[in-house]
T-cell receptor
Framework: NAGVTQTPKFQVLKTGQSMTLQCAQDMNHEYMSWYRQDPGMGLRLIHYSVGAGITDQGEVPNGYNVSRSTTEDFPLRLLSAAPSQTSVYFC???????????????FGSGTRLTVV | GNSVTQMEGPVTLSEEAFLTINCTYT??????LFWYVQYPGEGLQLLLKATKADDKGSNKGFEATYRKETTSFHLEKGSVQVSDSAVYFC????????????FGKGTTLSVSS
């Protein structure tokens, strides 16, 4: 099925460990982004990309790294995990950053990360 | 700047009750407005949308009308079901501002039989 695929679905890390959350889409979307969802905070934008080789910071980028070597993939790297990074992470894609007016974003099913 | 404000939840209703979830926004230019729904353990799904003033978005019995004069996009459903229990997010995008989708904080709806 076409869409946004995130792996893994669940992950437990120890403080200081690093890991990569994977995101792939097969809709030829130029725009991809990462959000984190925390209780009472809604969704906050971490990083985004408007095309291969182009990335930029969102609202809460500290502690995360991204790269975009292909149109399809947009991995999120946690450099040194901290308990404050315990959250649910969503990848989203679209034809454009503004959601190609009226189209909106397609979301993955999320990665639930716990840092102990 | 652009922002979205939703009524705080949780909203608890009995089956077949009328639902309203309020959403107001602040934006430059003429934003597009969206409602997303998140069922337990899942990602967000687009529920409905409106791209210009007075447009009405509708899907699965839910409706919302883009009201420019009151900068609102309230979500309504005439008769909720237990299966509607979820978190609902209001969002906007503004091509003029060149911003990514901006979300409200979400409203949790719980429907009991």
């Amino acid at each position: 099925n076409a869409g946004v695929t995130q792996t893994p679905k669940f992950q437990v890390l120890k403080t200081g460990q690093s890991m990569t959350l994977q995101c792939a889409q097969d809709m030829n979307h130029e725009y991809m982004s990462w959000y984190r969802q925390d209780p009472g905070m809604g969704l906050r934008l971490i990083h985004y990309s408007v095309g291969a080789g182009i990335t930029d910071q969102g609202e809460v980028p500290n502690g995360y790294n991204v790269s975009r070597s292909t149109t399809e993939d947009f991995p999120l790297r946690l450099l040194s995990a901290a308990p404050s990074q315990t959250s649910v992470y969503f990848c989203a894609s679209s034809y454009s950053k503004e959601g190609a007016v009226g189209y909106g974003y397609t979301f993955g099913s999320g990665t639930r990360l716990t840092v102990v | 700047g652009n922002s979205v404000t939703q009524m705080e939840g949780p909203v608890t209703l009995s089956e077949e009750a009328f639902l309203t979830i309020n959403c107001t926004y602040t934006a430059t230019g003429y934003p597009s407005l969206f409602w997303y729904v998140q069922y337990p353990g899942e990602g967000l799904q687009l529920l409905l949308k409106a791209t210009k003033a007075d447009d009405k978005g509708s899907n699965k019995g839910f409706e919302a009308t883009y009201r420019k004069e009151t900068t609102s996009f309230h979500l309504e459903k005439g008769s909720v079901q237990v299966s509607d229990s979820a978190v609902y997010f209001c969002a906007l995008s503004s091509r003029q501002a060149g911003t990514a989708l901006i979300f409200g904080k979400g409203t949790t709806l719980s429907v009991s039989s």
